[in-house]
T-cell receptor, first 111, second 115 residues
Framework: TQLLEQSPQFLSIQEGENLTVYCNSS?????LQWYRQEPGEGPVLLVT?????EVKKLKRLTFQFGDARKDSSLHITAAQPGDTGLYLC???????????FGKGTKLTVNP | KAGVTQTPRYLIKTRGQQVTLSCSPI?????VSWYQQTPGQGLQFLFE???????NKGNFPGRFSGRQFSNSRSEMNVSTLELGDSALYLC??????????????FGQGTRLTVV
């Protein structure tokens, strides 16, 4: 059983469209992180959300942490081909240093 | 400052062989975690080492093992390789001081193919 469920698994859109990807869990997390991974590279941290209900913006990317701290979403406005990649959510499990990941959303933005 | 370095980048092994992968963390980082990434299962946590001690462990068979040296460099070993072990193995380093919001810095990974 996956601790963090991400949806959709795949997303292919045209440049300029908006999109939202989701990360859900039945467990409460003290924080959730979002990473982006490009082919041939390791994941790179985009943002960490800590407080329930928190919204963070990174240029055209908006991240939200659910009030109950069990879910998070990533919204991209006016997607660009450079946004193409695998988007992963992650959280530290059970107060440990064990960082667990969802399976990711593979995003393709077509020019 | 230098990032996380994993060697080798690519590896081809035969079933039944064993393999050792290496990871050099960012200078000053004491925690090293290992992950297996496959298309079907995503990033699966293998284990985490801190100050030469295994602190956390994932649900992998005993064929998967690791260690960490006094300079924080880490190795992972897979014995009796199976076809299903073919994957991208990623190493991540962090300061490891128990801060739950800590960023994990990843290497580029080692692509292991078992034939």
């Amino acid at each position: 059983t996956q601790l963090l469920e991400q949806s959709p698994q795949f997303l292919s859109i045209q440049e300029g469209e908006n999109l939202t990807v989701y990360c859900n869990s039945s467990s409460v997390f003290s924080s959730l992180q979002w990473y982006r991974q490009e082919p041939g590279e390791g994941p790179v941290l985009l943002v960490t959300v800590v407080t329930g209900g928190e919204v963070k913006k990174l240029k055209r990317l908006t991240f939200q942490f659910g009030d109950a701290r069990k879910d998070s979403s990533l919204h991209i406005t006016a997607a660009q081909p450079g946004d193409t990649g695998l988007y992963l959510c992650a959280g530290y499990q059970g107060g440990s240093e064990k960082l667990v990941f969802g399976k990711g959303t593979k995003l393709t933005v077509n020019p | 400052k230098a990032g996380v370095t994993q060697t080798p980048r690519y590896l081809i092994k035969t079933r039944g062989q064993q393999v050792t992968l290496s990871c050099s963390p960012i200078s000053g980082h004491r925690s090293v975690s290992w992950y297996q990434q496959t298309p079907g299962q995503g990033l699966q946590f293998l284990f985490e080492y801190f100050s030469e001690t295994q602190r956390n462990k994932g649900n992998f068979p005993g064929r998967f093992s690791g260690r960490q040296f006094s300079n924080s460099r880490s190795e992972m070993n897979v014995s009796t390789l199976e076809l299903g072990d073919s994957a991208l193995y990623l190493c991540a380093s962090s300061p490891g001081q128990g801060l739950m919001n800590t960023e994990a810095f990843f290497g580029q990974g080692t692509r292991l193919t078992v034939v």
